[in-house]
Each structure stands twice: as C-alpha cells, then as structure tokens.
C-alpha cells in the first residue's frame, strides 16, 4: 500500500511540474530547484525509515512546499495533504494508546483543510481533489496497516497456541512412556508376587516329598512310590500354574485407572470424615481407555471434585467412568447447590485444554448440582 502512496505523490509532483515548467512557460531555475529538492527528501525518508529522522524530513519537505507555494507557484500547495497526512500519521501511531478513534479520524482530514482558504480561488477544486485522493490513499494504507497489524498478532497467538501443545503432547507422550514402563513393573511385581506365594511353595512341597521318598526307596519302597507320586502331582500342578500365571500376565484395567481413581476418592473420604460420601462405578471395557485417556480423567476428575468440594457445599460426590460405543465418558457429580449460570475460570479452562489435546471436549452444568462430564474419543472408534 505505500507503492501507493508514492504514485499518489508521483502524479501530483508530475502535474506541479508541467504547470509550473511547462503549461505556464519555461520554469524557472528555483523551479527545477526545487522540484529536485523535493524528490531528495521524499527517497530519503524512504531510504531511512526511522520515526524521528522521518518527521524531521517531513517538516523540512513541508516547509519547502509552503515556501515555494508562497515565492514560486501556487501550485505546489497541491503537493502539501500527502506530507501533512504523513505527519499525522506518525503522531497517531506515536500516541496510539492515548488516540481515540474519531480523533484519528478527524486529525488527518482537518490537517488535509488547512491550507484550502490561503490559495487562489481557481486553486481551490484541484487542492480540494487532490487532499481527497490523499486522504483516500492515506486511509487505504492505515487499514492496511492495521490489517498486517492483526494478522502478526494472531500469527504470535498462534505461534505461542503452537508451543503451548508441543510441550503438552510432549508431556503426554512421556506420561503414556512412564505409564507403559510403570504397567510393567506392576506385572512384573505381581507376576514375581505371584510365583513366590502359589508355585514357590508348591515346588518347596514337591522337593521335600522326593527327598524322602529318596531315602525311603531302600527300606519301604510302597511308601516311596507313594511319595513320589505325591510330588509328580504336586509338580504338575505347580506347572498349570506357571501357565495360567503367564497366561494372564497383563493386569486388568481396574487395578491401574479406576482403581488410582477409587485411591483418590477413599483419600477424599478419609480426610473429609463423614461429611462427604464419594462413589466411582464403571461400565463397559475399561481395557479400550488408553494411559493417557486416563491421566486426562484422573486429573480432570480431581479438578472438578476440588471445585465441587470448595463452592458447592456437595455431601455426595460420585465420580462415573462409562465406555461408550464412539467415546469415554468420565462424569464427576454431586448433590450441591449448583449455579444457575457457570463462570469457566481457571479450572474449567485446564480441564477443557487437557480434553482437547486427544480431540475431546468438556460439558459443565450446574442446574442441579455441579455435574462435569468429559467425553473422549475411543482410539480406532
């Protein structure tokens, strides 16, 4: 949009020109002068665009004009709206947090005027045209401007939006590597736990019944056998067990998700006493909610049974984990006062980020007690 300016200011030094040199006979030296003089200033304010180096050279262009206005032609009057535009310009943008708008408005239209009573009559419809396409010009390029404006602030918005989930996805992708290393220290545990309270004694049971049937094989070898068979059996069956045991080696869903959220809920009761009774039921396959779905519902759940505890004077809170066809949905309720219209701080606002980072959503409702529901995606659903 400057281009434009600078053709507006162009065609109008091109018409001083032809009317001062041209139109009315030869121009003068002064004339030449000063024409020259005039384009020096104008590419230097282009070639150094600082504000305070571009409004001493705007003053000094300003004061060329009405001096050549003044001594050479009227004329040059025609070239004063774009350098009093420009000036004003730098002092909205100088004062922008003090400007209203209707006196951004109303300042480069009055500035554009003030010369129109001191010119020639004839003079006065071609400055009045030229002060308009001036100010035509002048009000393209500031909306411009502040077009380009918004669009860099959005685009640092976004950029920053952009940060925000490249570090919460990174977060979540090291939560689901450190609930996946953690799953498997619980199996490995259970599985040695396992082990050492089923098979580990049976085989102890097995070993000492060969032994003496070892020392009894000499003297009474009825027993022996007896024995011996005895330990067979009880080695079988020590195998069957090693086999149902590897068998079901991966821990069922309730003994990670929902049962860290019954933890949290019996810590919520044992710390509140009687005052409050807490509930977590399920239903459906709790095995098709990922790690990370379950972070989002244990910290979500936590959120809204702090709020629920701190605002609703709540003394039953109920924390439901349903997996549906398309979606998990985790809903957190309770019997308290509610509000007829839900103000979203803080809280709210965290709990629907942590939900739209896996393309979920948040629903608060307060009509009848607070009830927060989270759905979630299924994976593959």
């Not at 060969?210 to 000499?218: G, I, V």
């Amino acid at each position: 949009m400057e281009l434009w300016m600078i053709g507006g200011k162009a065609s109008l030094l091109f018409y001083v020109v032809a009317a001062t040199c041209f139109l009315s006979g030869p121009g003068s030296a002064w004339d030449i002068f000063a024409c020259l003089l005039y384009l020096i200033l104008n590419v230097a304010m282009l070639l150094f665009p600082r504000r305070s180096l571009s409004a001493a050279l705007l003053l000094l262009s300003s004061s060329l004009i009405v001096l050549c206005a003044a001594r050479l032609s009227p004329e040059y009057a025609l070239l004063l709206p774009p350098n009093l535009l420009e000036l004003a310009e730098l002092r909205t943008r100088a004062e922008e947090a003090k400007t209203h708008a209707p006196l951004k408005l109303a300042l480069p239209l009055l500035l554009a005027l003030v010369p129109l009573p001191f010119l020639p009559k004839e003079l006065m419809p071609l400055y009045a045209f030229a002060a308009a396409l001036s100010l035509l010009l002048f009000f393209g390029l500031r909306a411009e401007r502040n077009k380009l404006s918004r669009m860099e602030h959005a685009r640092d918005r976004m950029k920053a939006d952009l940060e925000r989930l490249t570090r919460a996805l990174g977060e979540n992708e090291a939560y689901r590597r450190q609930s996946e290393y953690t799953s498997k220290l619980e199996e490995r545990n259970r599985l040695s736990q396992r082990i050492h309270d089923e098979i580990g004694h049976s085989m102890a049971g097995a070993l000492i019944q060969m032994e003496a049937s070892r020392r009894l094989l000499e003297s009474d070898r009825a027993k022996s056998a007896e024995l011996l068979g005895n330990a067979i059996a009880i080695s079988k069956e020590g195998l069957e067990r090693i086999r149902l045991a590897l068998k079901d080696i991966k821990p069922k869903a309730e003994e990670l998700g929902i049962h860290r959220l019954r933890l949290y809920a019996d810590e919520l009761s044992a710390r509140l006493g009687s005052s409050v009774a807490t509930t977590v039921t399920h239903q459906g396959d709790l095995d098709a909610i990922t790690p990370l779905q379950w972070k989002i519902i244990q910290e979500n759940a936590t959120e809204a049974l702090t709020n629920a505890l701190k605002y609703s004077g709540a003394t039953v809170v109920g924390i439901e984990v349903n997996v549906l066809n398309r979606f998990v949905q985790s809903i957190v309720s309770d019997n308290g006062v509610g509000a007829a219209k839900v103000v979203k701080g803080l809280g709210i606002a965290g709990m629907e980020e942590r939900a739209a980072s896996v393309g979920g959503t948040v629903v608060v409702d307060g009509t009848r007690g607070f009830r927060v529901t989270t759905l979630l995606p299924r994976e593959g659903g």
